[in-house]
């Protein structure tokens, strides 16, 4: 088993940035990893994902061009760089990987197999 331990979380006003991490308590492999926020009274959603070998990165339109998604393979540890953070980006993010390359949309919650606990940000106007 594997257990995803995120931080970074916190509240700041409208415009400021944060920087999420997501990191893991033992070395593992995994295909890819990702990046999803949950809002109170609303489903969960994909933010970003990365590719472990090619580094490739996907975004939701909502966060493109304000968000980063990185990668340190040798810690095993995934980065979620926030900018210009508005109060719709208020939810509980959490980061996920998938270790199975079963493919799959990257915006699918059941594509991955391991999810963190989860890290608290909100946006204030």
């Known amino acids: 088993q594997v257990q995803l331990v995120e931080s970074g979380g916190g509240s700041v006003q409208a415009g400021g940035s944060l920087r999420l991490s997501c990191g893991a308590s033992r070395t593992y492999s995994f295909y890819c990893m990702g990046w999803f926020r949950q809002a109170p009274g609303k489903e969960r959603e994909a933010v970003a994902r990365?590719?472990?070998?090619?580094?490739?990165?996907v975004y939701a339109d909502s966060v493109k061009g304000r968000f980063t998604i990185s990668l340190d393979n040798a810690k095993s540890t995934v980065y979620l760089q926030m900018n210009s953070l508005k109060p719709e980006d208020t939810a509980m993010y959490y980061c996920?990987?998938?270790?199975?390359?079963?493919?799959?949309?990257?915006?699918?919650?059941?594509?991955?197999?391991?999810w963190g606990q989860g890290t608290q940000v909100t946006v204030s106007s």
């Open positions: 996920a990987a998938d270790t199975r390359a079963y493919g799959g949309p990257w915006y699918s919650a059941t594509r991955y197999n391991y």
């Open positions: 990365i590719y472990r070998g090619s580094g490739s990165t």
